[in-house]
């Protein structure tokens, strides 16, 4: 009985040896875990075109970052959590630099594999905002911004339009959300701001597979009739609660997304009726930067990648490219930092935590004015760095109000406790023993 | 030739009540769990971590739904969410009380279970086929609401996903949590998979299972030979939601490490029904069988297709190994409509009478 079965495992064992080959010692490993498929695809692929394109780009125009290629590999997650620890715990053993894990779900599981496994973890923008304590997340990163940061941006643009936070008092703000550990995390910062300035807040959870059926929550808005509505969407469900906003007819100006639920296409597919519609950024779009005219000479007419032609520059095309170039300068800096052409985990982690990108370095690397410049430390691995509104013309995303810094002095303190909180939580949480620089 | 019983005589009840009254289904089986023991030692912890440990996992819940689906008749469509309830009262307990070894945890987060099981059970007394599988997905759906919806079940984390803690037992090993090995998890799962499939193994050939089975077959029937269909259904309903709820724990303790309500949805809840048909519908062997082909092979298809040297895109790999897999599970049930485990038994029987064509 079951020989077959001892066969299939044998097979298995086999198969398993191949998978975990080494890369060769003159490249770094990269892994993207990236979506193509599922629902979230939408979103998934231009950020995923990004990031491969500006690295594909480094490996033709620079030979790599500091003379060393860099070895790109995407593994497909669905946005599926279980499938983004398959692929972790698939490529963990190529001796990756980083992890872009793209999915809240994904980087909370990576969290606390993360110090054990000794490979940090880059979620740019997203995921656990308390992880941007490095005393506590040694090997989390959440730069330029955490979502407290752009939740409080987007209460301060309010209070902006309403001339002055202090008006705040009595209105009424909508929050319409992805009903995972993404859209739940800057909730308790609203609700913090709420009591703190009096506006009343109204939660329209999303559930992930009623995505793309939000006439439910849409009524209840024209019933409560928010003065101003707050989106953290993803994937299909920005498109969708686009539509549902014009259907019942909501001032679009007023409604704002956070920068994840700005992509062009999701405002397109509104047609018309989308113009207005805000959401956050902190990079530039457009496709006039020279880095990206190299993109589009180098690879995309190359051949190479997967971007269709017209796509650079779009706003989620262009995160894309900001997040590898975050990863690119902190090999730099880990470069400069420890002598070495071919760096390790570590070595990244430190190049992370004293990443430095000043407004000459932009320009160096051809993305002049692309994004303020951007600087890490040892204790905070986000920043809060600026960010602005942009507006959707109907065709293209415009900006609609200058750069501006969030709410540092509210966020902090929460950062803190929140840390101290997850630590707390999780139990033994493992102290920080990695030196800052300059210390060791 | 090699597989035939001829000459094996039995002398004693025991032995001809014995669990593999074969002698070269004893070996094969003693082969097969020394495979098990000694396959740390020479995989990676890829093969441990994301292939052996959520494979024997998968293959417990789906031992969990045959023993209500394939041997008891209730056709249930609530597995994932019985298997979320082992796991989150495994979090709340280990949460309550640290120090407790989380195996025995494990185990009693089960009990839990058992109890919901119970209750989204008691319609099965009235209503059956279909109108049960509604039942159940009605469970399905009101248990994953809770999951979302009652922040006490998540200790209130911001996140709303469930964490696993590090937890260390028997002397010293780190048991769960990020810092533990995957051997260390594999093999306490592996102990706890085998001990369960012994145990209702018996179940099975024991009285409560021959009940079960007669429910199955004919309920009216049943009934008039003496058969409770009460005790007889809710017994199914508790020992199955008992070894689902193990098996959410272990998902959630063992291999994955933390997890949202989405990790318990209906997609859980068909992927394991598919499994149990895919196998085999009242089999236990078909269980092994079915997590095997549903939850290994597209494992191997993403990963074995970019390492023989074909190089296409991951997406591209996702799209294919999707494609293989829903043409596979065609072309099997097309074949042998009672599952992998009854081809398996039709080779067993060719090969008792091999090299002959017939006996």
Redesign the interface.
């Known amino acids: ?6 066969l ?6 086999f ?7 080494a890369v060769a010692e003159d490249s770094m490993f990269i892994p993207l875990l ?4 599922g629902p979230f695809a939408g979103s998934g692929i231009p950020v995923a075109n990004g990031m491969y394109d500006y690295l594909a780009m480094l490996n033709e125009r620079d030979g790599g970052v500091g003379g060393v290629k860099i070895v790109v ?4 997650t ?1 946005y599926d ?2 499938k983004g ?2 692929c972790y ?2 490529t ?2 190529k001796s990756p630099l980083v992890y872009n894990p793209y999915s ?2 994904i980087t ?2 990576l969290i ?2 993360a ?2 496994d000794k490979i940090p973890v880059l979620s740019m923008a997203y995921g ?1 905002s308390a992880a941007a304590e490095g005393g506590v997340f040694p090997w989390v990163f959440n730069p330029p911004d955490t979502y407290w940061d752009g939740a409080s941006g987007v209460i301060k643009h309010i209070g902006d339009m309403e001339g002055g936070l202090e008006n705040l008092n009595g209105k009424k703000i909508g929050y319409i959300f992805l ?3 993404y859209g ?2 800057p ?2 910062l609203l609700e913090e701001l709420a009591t703190e300035y009096g506006f009343e807040l109204l939660k329209y959870p999303v ?3 009623e995505m793309q059926n939000q006439s439910s929550q849409w009524l209840n808005v024209r019933r409560d009739r928010p003065d101003y509505m707050v989106m953290w969407g993803w994937g299909a469900m920005n498109p969708t609660a686009i539509k549902e906003a014009i259907k019942i007819r909501y001032p679009m100006d007023k409604f704002i997304g956070i920068w994840w639920s700005g992509g062009d296409d999701d405002a397109r597919a509104g047609g018309e009726g989308a113009k207005g519609y805000k959401a956050m950024n902190f990079h530039g779009v457009g496709a006039e930067y020279p880095a990206l005219q190299d993109i589009q000479k180098l690879v995309v007419d190359a051949g190479k990648g ?1 971007t269709e032609d017209g796509k650079i520059g779009e706003a989620l095309y262009n995160r894309g490219v900001y997040n590898s170039v975050l990863m690119a300068e902190a090999i730099r800096t880990a470069q400069e930092m420890t002598g070495k052409t071919v760096i390790d985990a570590s070595d990244m982690r430190m190049g992370l935590e004293n990443l430095e990108i000043t407004a000459e370095r932009w320009k160096e690397i051809g993305l002049e004015g692309f994004a303020p410049p951007i600087k890490l430390s040892c204790g905070d691995h986000s920043g809060h760095h600026m960010m602005y509104v942009s507006q959707w013309d109907g065709e293209k995303w415009v900006p609609a109000s200058d750069w501006f810094e969030p709410m540092t002095d509210k966020v902090q303190p929460l950062l803190q406790a ?1 840390a101290a909180e997850y630590a707390e ?4 949480w ?1 102290e920080r023993t990695e030196p800052c620089a300059g210390d060791s | 030739m090699l597989y035939r019983e001829a000459g094996q005589f039995k002398t004693t009840y025991e032995a001809d009540q014995a669990m593999f009254p074969i002698a070269q289904d004893r070996i094969g089986v003693l082969v097969i769990l020394a495979i098990a023991l000694v396959i740390p030692l020479a995989a990676s912890d890829f093969v441990i971590a994301s292939i052996m440990i959520p494979f024997l996992i998968f293959a417990l819940a789906t031992i969990g739904l045959n023993i209500l689906t394939g041997y008891a008749g209730q056709l249930s469509l609530g597995t994932g969410a019985f298997m979320g309830v082992g796991a989150y009262a495994c979090y709340k307990l280990t949460t309550i009380f640290p120090d407790v070894n989380i195996v025995i945890l494990v185990l009693i987060s089960g009990l839990f279970s058992a109890g919901i099981g119970i209750v989204f059970g008691l319609p099965s007394l009235r209503i059956k086929g279909l109108y049960l599988a509604v039942t159940t997905l009605a469970a399905q759906f009101f248990l994953e609401w809770c999951f979302i919806r009652i922040p006490w079940l998540y200790n209130y984390n911001n996140s709303g996903a469930i964490e696993v803690p590090e937890r260390t037992g028997f002397g010293g090993f780190v048991l769960a949590g990020p810092a533990s090995p995957p051997i260390t998890r594999y093999y306490v799962v592996l102990g706890i998979v085998i001990v369960m499939t012994l145990l209702v193994k018996n179940i099975i050939r024991g009285r409560i299972g021959r009940t079960w089975m007669m429910i199955r077959d004919m309920d009216i029937a049943a009934e008039l030979i003496g058969v409770r269909p009460l005790a007889a259904k809710l017994s199914a309903f508790a020992v199955s939601s008992y070894i689902c709820g193990v098996a959410g724990a272990m998902l959630v303790f063992f291999w994955l490490g933390a997890a949202e309500p989405s990790a318990f949805a209906i997609t859980l809840s068909f992927q394991i029904l598919f499994m149990a048909i895919l196998g085999g519908l009242g089999s236990l062997i078909g269980c092994f069988f079915g997590a095997a082909f549903i939850w290994v092979l597209p494992v191997l298809l993403r990963t074995g297709l970019p390492s023989i040297g074909i190089e296409i895109g991951a997406e591209t790999v996702e799209h294919v190994s999707r494609m293989i897999v829903g043409a596979l599970i065609i072309f099997f049930l097309i074949v042998e409509p009672h599952g992998l485990a009854r081809l398996w038994q039709i080779l067993k029987e060719k090969l008792r009478v091999w090299p002959f064509p017939y006996a």
């Open positions: 009985m079951l020989k077959k079965c001892a299939g495992v044998a097979a298995i064992a198969a398993g040896s191949l998978a975990a080959e990236s979506y193509r498929t590999e995407e593994c497909e669905g959590t279980q620890v398959e715990e698939g963990k053993g809240t779900g909370l599981q606390p594999k110090s054990v656990l009903d995972a550990g739940r995390e909730i308790p559930p992930g597979k997967h929140a939580k999780n139990a033994p493992p």
